[in-house]
């Protein structure tokens, strides 16, 4: 990918890892990245994906969408994870050699490896031993998704290859309360408890299970780089060589968001894999190494991280409203604190809160669609948010000027 004005389709944009590769490529000077949302392009429907590759004819794909979530929702959603992800992968990887793409990388999980595969996993524990039943059904697509990629290399002798990251957190990750991955699902509460004031937090599991985190920006990286010095049958793993016990990671979790209350361990639910660490020497052995580490990532994560609809004071007293983002942009958030220190404008706030994000979301829909390319890039949705609580909030306010604090 030297020429900088290839075109690149990359599936699944908006997600944590599309969102981060798009930041990566354009920082890098490319230029003609094609984007489609899940609203534009349904890539579980053939004929769409089909009739999308005809007409763009990219160069260049990686493949990032996915449905993806932690335990919970594998456990509620097993025929979704399992039938959704076969769809996306055999379209948009088929569409991609009938259209005579160049090269295109397919994105799985570390969930591919038998649940007690030995420590740390290389490549070759693939298909060695029973998989962890909290997600099989989600390990099982994407272990198809790395055959098709090796028999499409085997029989068209097409650059197809295959990555498979470690346990994945940063910005424009998924804090949905049921369905969210361990660290996004402990940062929300630790941030929700604090903004409540609860005295604890209840964790499932013992905190016994190992696991390794990798930012989701060096993945970027390692992406690019794959795509430019790899070439092989072999998929690649990807981590950061670096394990903590969840029991740990909760605990920087919490001192991260700055949750003062205790911590209380539900050992009922389920622990999943007791131990996952990735041996990403393959790729170290080509020249890459991971940058960010795990305090710095989760900093930056919790920057990142949306609000959600709660009514505060800060240490100093200084009221305060979380509001959440627009639904369509789950992963970013906003936080309008009321400027006017009188505790008349408040109470006004208070009073019409509904009101007043009703019509401010509604500045921030038209706004997001004039400001769309901005929205879809790093962190873009800033601009919107300092533009419409200037436009919006004063008018909305009976003339009280309010400010808006992005968390950043």
């Known amino acids: 990918m030297e020429d900088k004005s290839a075109k690149i389709f990359i599936a699944g944009h908006n997600g944590l890892v599309g969102s981060a590769i798009v930041r990566k490529l354009r920082n890098l ?25 005809d007409i763009e004819k990219p160069q260049f794909v990686i493949l990032a969408a996915a449905k993806v979530g932690g335990i919970h929702a594998n456990n509620t959603y ?17 569409s991609s050699y009938i259209n005579g793409v160049k090269k295109i990388m397919f994105l799985g999980s570390s969930c591919i490896y038998p649940k007690l595969a030995e420590q740390p996993i290389v490549e070759e524990a693939l298909l060695t031993g029973p998989l962890e039943p909290t997600n099989e059904w ?7 998704g790395i055959k098709m990629c090796q028999a499409y290399r085997l029989q068209y002798k097409w650059d197809a290859i295959s990555l498979m990251p470690t346990n994945l957190y940063g910005a424009n990750d998924n804090f949905h309360p049921e369905n969210s991955h361990v660290l996004p699902a402990l940062m929300r509460r630790f941030h929700e408890a604090k903004v409540k004031g609860a ?28 795509m430019e010095k790899y070439s092989g049958l072999g998929h690649v793993n990807v981590g950061s060589g670096l394990e903590v016990t969840i029991k740990e990671l909760a605990e920087l979790v919490k001192e991260v968001v700055g949750f003062e209350g205790e911590l209380v361990w539900d050992s009922t639910k389920p622990d999943g894999t007791p131990r996952k660490l990735m041996d990403s020497s393959k790729l170290a052995a080509l020249g890459w190494v991971p940058k960010v580490s795990l305090r710095d990532g989760l900093v930056d994560t919790y920057r990142c991280m949306p609000c959600f609809f709660h009514f505060a004071e800060d240490k100093i007293g200084i009221p305060k409203v979380y509001v959440k983002a627009p639904e369509s942009y ?26 007043v994000l009703c019509n401010t979301l509604l500045f921030a829909e038209i706004l997001s669609v004039i400001f769309h390319n901005m929205i879809h890039s790093a962190r873009g949705f800033y601009v919107p948010c ?19 604090n992005i968390i950043d």
């Not at 005295?199 to 794959?226: I, T």
């Not at 970013?332 to 400027?339: I, R, S």
């Not at 919006?392 to 808006?404: D, E, I, R, V």
């Open 29 to 53: 000077g490319f230029t003609n990245l094609i984007l489609r949302s899940h609203h534009e392009l349904d890539l579980t429907r053939q004929f769409d994906v089909e009739t999308f590759f």
């Open 78 to 94: 097993p025929a979704d994870f399992i039938s959704i992800n076969l769809q996306i992968q055999t379209n948009v990887i088929h």
């Open 199 to 226: 005295k604890e937090v209840v964790v499932w599991g013992s905190g016994s299970p190992l696991r390794e985190f990798l930012h989701v920006d060096d993945l970027a990286d390692a992406v690019v780089f794959s």
């Open 330 to 355: 789950t992963s970013y958030g906003v936080c309008v604190v009321p400027y006017a220190a009188d505790i008349k404008s408040y109470e006004w706030f208070k009073q019409n809160f509904e009101w």
């Open 138 to 144: 989600y390990a099982i697509a994407k272990i198809a």
């Open 386 to 404: 300092h533009l419409y609580a200037f436009i919006a909030l004063p008018l909305l306010s009976n003339k009280k000027w309010w400010y808006l």
